[in-house]
């Protein structure tokens, strides 16, 4: 599930449509074809959250690694005090190592971002080069009405699997599971009025908290939760906004983990 956020201390995946390289190429000498750089970097194909490259080594290549960021995730790490490396020295250490002419696809990637696409090369004698190719994401999404539909399926004692599902209208959406007496609590700070309005309030309230909420995602979000409390009331909600930076109606499902609720509840743990 996602990621996607990659940070260097976790993974590196993300995704493109537009691209611009630096493959070095030696200028040509005496009317001869100018000399390839040791690795050819070609963007094969782009979506919103993937992106497809294809690795071609040239005369003198010996092996490479690639990896794939954000410049603003990696540029704090060249030569900070913590890492201590150049750019070279950072993409072979965490990124994959090839022999051979590959292909591969990054996932997981946010839409309409800007990547950097870096290969360390090395020759015979050892030698670093680098090349790097700027791709930038495409928008996810159309310009109707973001839905996003919520299940919530195998529920255990301590469990279940909730998953939220976006429409093809759907460029970022956020969801978020809690215990059912929160709800219960701003439902009941708002009593007083009449019930429809306390109703919409509260579901206001739940709303600008979940738009709030740091995680976004780009497709289908499935998670088995396996830390929960028995017999407790919890909920699942879900929105998500179109291209146009539109949110769209909240979608919320309740459900109920099995056996009796503990004296003592633990608190939620977290996914991430």
């Known amino acids: 599930m996602r990621i996607t956020?990659?940070?260097?201390?976790?993974?590196?995946?993300?995704?493109?449509?537009?691209?611009?390289?630096?493959n070095p190429v030696e200028p040509s000498v005496d009317g001869l074809e100018p000399k390839k750089g040791l690795v050819t970097i070609k963007v094969d194909n782009v979506t919103p959250t993937t992106i497809t490259c294809s690795f071609e080594m040239n005369e003198g290549c010996v092996e490479y690694y690639i990896l794939a960021s954000k410049p603003e995730d990696i540029e704090p790490w060249i030569g900070s005090p913590f890492a201590g490396a150049t750019i070279e020295e950072t993409v072979e250490a965490w990124g994959i190592k090839y022999e051979a002419n590959a292909t591969y696809t990054w996932k997981e990637m946010v839409p309409n971002s800007l990547y950097v696409i870096y290969v360390t090369a090395k020759d015979t004698s050892g030698l670093s080069v680098l090349y790097t190719d700027t791709v930038t994401t495409s928008v996810g999404g159309g310009h109707g009405v973001s839905v996003v539909?919520?299940?919530?399926?195998?529920?255990?004692?301590v469990g279940a699997t909730t998953t939220a599902t976006p429409n093809d209208q759907t460029m970022m959406f956020k969801d978020l599971v809690f215990e059912k007496g929160l709800y219960d609590n701003i439902h009941a700070y708002y009593e007083g009025i009449d019930a429809q309005t306390a109703d919409q309030m509260?579901?206001?309230?739940?709303?600008?908290?979940?738009?709030?909420y740091v995680y976004e995602y780009y497709e289908e979000d499935k998670w088995v939760?396996?830390?929960l409390n028995s017999g407790t009331d919890y909920m699942f909600m879900a929105a998500g906004m179109n291209a146009d930076s539109i949110w769209g109606e909240m979608a919320m499902t309740s459900f109920k983990t099995l056996g009796d609720a503990p004296s003592h509840k633990k608190a939620l743990v977290r996914r991430r």
């Open 5 to 22: 956020v990659i940070s260097l201390l976790c993974a590196f995946a993300m995704s493109g449509c537009k691209s611009s390289s630096s």
């Open 149 to 157: 539909t919520v299940t919530v399926t195998d529920i255990t004692g």
């Open 225 to 227: 939760w396996e830390n």
């Open 202 to 212: 509260t579901s206001d309230s739940l709303f600008r908290m979940l738009k709030e």
